[in-house]
């Protein structure tokens, strides 16, 4: 399969597993922002990996609900993508969202001297 098919139909994938992840009754997954971050198919289109992230909640009990819906999603992607084959789903948990803000935190917590005292201490060193 075409490296850029095989894109279009993961980005694809992505936002049809987003709209149907807002349409879950599951009470472990209803009431909590879920993010698709990436969608991963193999080339022959078997198995897919999801990529997902939450802002809240227990990651464990969002695990558990959505690999628990993992046949109800993977039926809604079935009747909404023309594909030959529906890949099987499996979830995985992406920290990179967290990674971010924790490193825009670390990035804003650092103090810069001001301009005019690196000045001041550079004539009187030299």
Do not use: W
């Not at 990436?38 to 009990?61: E, I, M, N, Q, R």
Request: glycine letters at 6%; one cysteine or more; proline letters at 2%.
């Amino acid at each position: 399969m075409a490296q850029y098919r095989k894109g279009r139909i993961n980005d694809e994938m992505q936002k049809e597993i987003a709209d149907i992840l807002r349409e879950v009754k599951d009470p472990r997954i209803s009431g909590q922002f879920i993010s698709v971050m990436a969608v991963d198919a193999t080339a022959d289109l078997k198995y897919a990996k999801v990529y997902y992230s939450a802002l809240s909640g227990d990651p464990k009990t969002i695990g558990q609900g959505l690999r628990s819906c993992a046949g109800y999603i993977r039926t809604q992607l079935a009747k909404r993508l023309n594909l030959r084959m529906t890949p099987e789903l499996t979830f995985i948990e992406d920290h990179s969202i967290a990674h971010g803000a924790h490193i825009s935190k670390l990035l804003s917590s650092i103090e810069y001297a001001e301009e005019s005292e690196e000045s001041q201490d550079d004539h009187e060193n030299a």
